[in-house]
């Protein structure tokens, strides 16, 4: 009987402890609103938003209403009214300043010309909260970086907060197929349910527009730019005009791909040909049907004439003969035309010289509304690259940056990388082509060169599993693209730490190791993957897990062994004068960082130079030795951050600890995969021992090469 009872006692214990921290799906992202605990900020947080009202009666105005009624409720356990009208005891005050006297009493016209239609204000005394905008998007804006200082638990005591996007397109792309598989997504299917809409509104699209809108994202490519013409037929076009219907109260506009063929697909002409009179004609009616269905319908994103995709060189006219035409098409409406940089073809000598070879002699030929999006890289999104040539090289014409958020080459849904270091890399790194601090930063902002239309978009991590992206830290980087988008300034750890207090918890005692783990993750995967500038190693097709030695296909510049050329003489690819010669397309200061093979960053080497296997690194180290040592110490940082996640068990519930717990086993799992794969591989080029203080690999070579992963998602 004691011992049913003690039973008893001991099962009721069960059943309630694991209910102390309420299972967690991550769908909520970062916007969980979960109750403040810390009480004397929850104090000082309820005499700023006290008797809430938002003023003004548009469709954004209702969405703010909603947004906030929830937040405030949720934040502070105490469930608020959110009102139209200004009362007496109004603390809180949001609006445009011409709503209401006492907005626009306190707000000064120096501060208001200090931000754009987007930008927001936001001020607060001792129990006064104004916010304030010259747009309601711009309010939207202000409320949720309020919200944000809540939700981090920030001081409200005498802010004076005057934000204004530094970049005004940002926006996601999106490489979602009509029938709903997504091209290197790895988070399931695609959110966009087409088959469905028009007629059915899923709630994730407002989650997807409240999310974006939260931090800062407002445009949207919703197809992938392998495109398929049937997108722009008027069936499809209801579906899109649905999904831009609700989005634009959010701030958002959406763009589509645009298949260069589609003239001959859909529309029964005999050519695509950009200079034929009946194409264009059919381009300028397919954007005016377009924008009578989406009058604020932003344009179209294309890739042409790369990776077989359709384009203007079939009719030996130049891509800036492609874009000028759609651009033209799409003027009336103040539509923009981004069109891609990401071109190779077999004839060039070097796949990294590629697209400065077909753009720089384009530069300045491109119409106004064209921006030309080049990836963050001069190959494709690896673990680490330099940035791309055409960054310095095209002074007439505005660029946009091409980041990749769906990391297809960075361990895709099973690997925890944060990936706001390597965009900040990019972002700072000097081009020189005006001299010393010509940053990227400035040349994708317009400063550099003048321009005022800008851009940076960030392809797609989000797919339809219940968290959004896959895997649970994979949301951070789709958070940093939208972070980073409206201020470029932000440092990565601060990106990270207002990440971590949103999702999981604000306690020190978890926020501080998960933002080291954060920041520490891609160099981390760098060294387990590609230490020293080792480029594009991945299994063919699907790039998941390591294939140095793959040499089957029928491009060169598709094989790794393209590209580190590995021998007994040494490893890596030379891209100087003795070589490709790519370094000639950077500035001079640039080519000097990276010509001389004894001053050369470690991080570059083989992007740069053939060095010797027993060239001195840095360190004074053998080249081989420091392979040795970055792969081993790439598998040490995981096996660091396991244990570092295991501490923090009980801080977060149990299920997202659990998810992590497994990811970051299957991360080791393949680390140590990737570091024997490729030292056994290498090694026999080398002819070097390990050194013994290093793991050595458990399997043969011959293993390591035997492992086929057939069904990996996203190809
Ligand atoms: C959408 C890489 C990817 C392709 C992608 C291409 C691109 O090659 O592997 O899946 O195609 O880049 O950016 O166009």
Known sequence: MVILIMRKKLLIILLILPALVKAENGYDLWLRYKKIS????????????????VLGSSQTITIIKTELTQAFSGLTGISYKISSALEKSSAFIAGTVSTSTVISSIITKEELGRIDNEGFIIKTRPGKTIITAKTDIGVMYGIFHFLRLMQTQQSLVDLNIISTPKIKVRILNHWDNLNRTVERGYAGFSIWD?????????????????????????????????????????????????????????????????RFSAPIEIGKLKTADPVNDTVQLWWKQKVKEVYEMIPDFGGFLVKAN???????????????????MLADAVAPFNGIIMWR??????????????????????????????????????????????FSPLFGAMAQTPLMMEFQLTQEY??????????????????HADTYSKGKGSTVTKVIDGSLND????????????????????????????????????????????????????????????????KKIMLQ???????????????????????????????????????????????????????????????????????????????????YLLWFHHAAWDHKMHSGRT???????????????????????????????????????????IQLKDAIWWRNACLLYFQTFSNMPIPPQYEKPGRTLEYYQNIRILYAPGN
Not at 410 to 426: I, S
Not at 555 to 566: C, E, G, L
């Open 341 to 386: 940089a990401f071109v190779y073809s077999s004839a060039s000598n070097d796949r990294f010289k590629q697209a400065y070879e077909e753009f720089k002699p384009l530069d300045g030929k491109f119409r106004k509304n064209v921006l030309v999006q080049v990836k963050n890289g001069p190959i494709d999104f690896q673990p680490r690259e330099p």
């Open 194 to 258: 087409w088959h469905k809409l028009p007629d059915l509104i899923d709630k994730r699209y407002v989650d997807y527009a409240r999310a974006n809108a939260s931090i800062g994202i407002n445009s949207t490519v919703l197809t992938n730019v392998n495109a398929n013409a049937v997108v722009l037929t008027e069936p499809y076009l209801e579906k899109v005009k649905a999904l831009a219907d609700l989005f634009r109260p959010y701030g958002i506009k959406v763009y589509l791909t645009a």
């Open 410 to 427: 960075l361990g895709q849904g099973t690997h925890l990388v944060f990936e706001a270091p390597l965009f900040k890399e990019v972002l």
């Open 451 to 514: 321009f005022s239309l800008n851009g940076i978009a960030g392809v797609s991590n989000i797919g339809n599993d219940i968290n959004w992206c896959g895997h649970p830290f994979a949301q951070a980087n789709w958070y940093a693209l939208g972070r980073l988008c409206w201020d470029y300034n932000l440092s990565s750890e601060q990106i990270a730490d207002e990440w971590i207090k949103q999702t999981f918890t604000n306690d020190p005692l978890f926020v501080q190791p998960v």
């Open 306 to 324: 790369s990776e077989g995709q359709p384009g203007p060189q079939d009719y030996k006219r130049t891509h800036a003969d492609g874009a000028n």
């Open 521 to 603: 993750s891609r160099e981390a995967l760098v060294n387990y993957m590609t230490p020293l500038g080792l480029t594009h190693i991945m299994y063919n097709g699907h790039h998941y897990g390591p294939m140095p030695w793959g040499n089957t296909l029928n491009r060169p510049d598709w094989n790794p062994v393209y590209y580190h050329k590995a021998d007994a003489a040494g490893v890596g690819f030379d891209r100087t004068a003795k070589g490709t010669n790519a370094l000639a397309q950077y500035a001079i200061e640039v080519q000097n960082e990276f010509n001389d093979i004894n001053k050369c960053p470690d991080e």
């Open 623 to 665: 080249l081989w030795d420091e392979l040795c040592y970055r792969y081993n110490s790439g598998v040490d940082s995981v096996r660091a951050f396991i244990k570092q996640w295991y501490s923090l068990k009980k801080y977060i519930d149990e299920d997202r600890f659990k998810q992590i717990d497994q990811l970051l086993n």
């Open 38 to 53: 810390n009480n004397s900020l929850l104090d000082q947080y309820k005499k700023q938003i006290t008797s809430p009202v």
